[in-house]
């Protein structure tokens, strides 16, 4: 495994057994993406970067008829996915693996190169090489999918201080809110010739961004 995989794998040797209760509080906008997923009836869901596996579980529940695929590219985050999913009486419904977000291969891993939807919650702001993660995410969505993405914003609509502290906070877990993440959706969008969305919520607190393939 890569540094940055052994990087992820020791934040979060402890973290994941309080990561659900704590980041409820301020991981924001999950529940909304979720929500505004629809994936067609019987259609594909995967998450890139599932963490302890919550958003699928929401998903699962919000979106009965779904099959569920999470990659992440911490196995101490995976364990903890796969036990939560069992606990639920998901098992069957979720597949998991683990890999990179810049660099895996959806068929080798679930026997399937694209999903009905793709989406990436808060992982971006702890990836490295975060656009080549969007591109490849891209790559993943079948024609007439949507690819969502939320994140930190910049907090440009609240005070400065905060904003330092919140920032300072972060990257002691290694995480950097993008600057660069709306406009990077919108170049990707016209590369791809997806139709971008994307606006600041909780006063640029988070960011959604998506981008819509019509069918071809
Ligand atoms: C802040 S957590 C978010 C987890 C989940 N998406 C959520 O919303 O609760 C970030 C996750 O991204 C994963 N991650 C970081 N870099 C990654 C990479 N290059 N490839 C795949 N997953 C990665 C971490 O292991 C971690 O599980």
Redo the contacts with the bound molecule.
Sequence with gaps: M?D??RL??G??RWQ?HI??IT?KYY?LG?DGLIADLAPPSGGSVL??????G??LIAVGKAWPHARLYG????Q??LDTAQISVERVGMACRVRLAR????D?DPQALFGRATFDRVF????L?????WEA?LQQAALCVAPGGRLEV?DFGQQEGLPGAWRAVLFGWLAR?H?TPRPGLAAAVQRLAHSVGGEPSCHSMYRSYAIRGSIAWTEH
């Design positions: 890569s940055h995989g992820m794998d934040t979060y994941r990561y659900d980041r991981l999950r998450e890139i970067g599932c963490g302890t919550r958003n990659v992440d590219i911490s101490a985050m890999g990179d977000a810049v895996f990436i919650s808060y992982a702001s702890m990836i490295p090489d993660a939320v877990f995480v």
